[in-house]
């Protein structure tokens, strides 16, 4: 199931939820009130926001904690003892990779620059999707860690547009099984 197929729905509910409020209101509009009861109300409704805030707060923290539990951005001034390093330099409209095949099941340190102007480093998987990615900057070397599960051919894409050539700009790595 994808996301889209979750928050649609969702989405139509929420929406749901908010005509049903607005029929609520529209259909109390002519009634008088008590003062004590419009007190009353706004008692209750402070009490239901200072609630509804707290939750927000916590659930803020927690979503925060879980997603960013695992940083996938490694320290960048200390050395990353991966088993294998790869240096890549990205240029207009090309990539230099060395070496260009790694072994899976064993961390990979790429350690990522440019020659010319900003790149965007992404590494397909053989079904497709982003495995990892970090900036191809001139005068940086960004380091990333990535252990390659599966063996196969990954692509190397520019992902950040950097001129007519930039859609063209890919090569590969290749990822030898574990015991070969
Ligand atoms: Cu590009």
Known sequence: MTVQNVVWPLALLGIAAVALIFIFVISQAG???????TRQAAHTAHVIQARFFAVLVVGFAVGTWLT?????????HQPLHADQAIDVEGFMWGWN???????????VEFRVTSKDVNHDFAIYGPDGNVVAQTQAMPGFTNKLLYTFQQAGV?????LEYCGVGHGVMRTTITVAAAGD
């Open 154 to 158: 990954y692509t190397v894409q520019c």
């Open 31 to 37: 009634k008088p009130a008590s003062v004590e009861e």
């Open 68 to 76: 960013l539990r695992h940083f996938p951005i490694p320290q960048q």
């Open 97 to 107: 990779i060395q070496p260009t095949t790694v072994r899976a099941g064993q961390t």
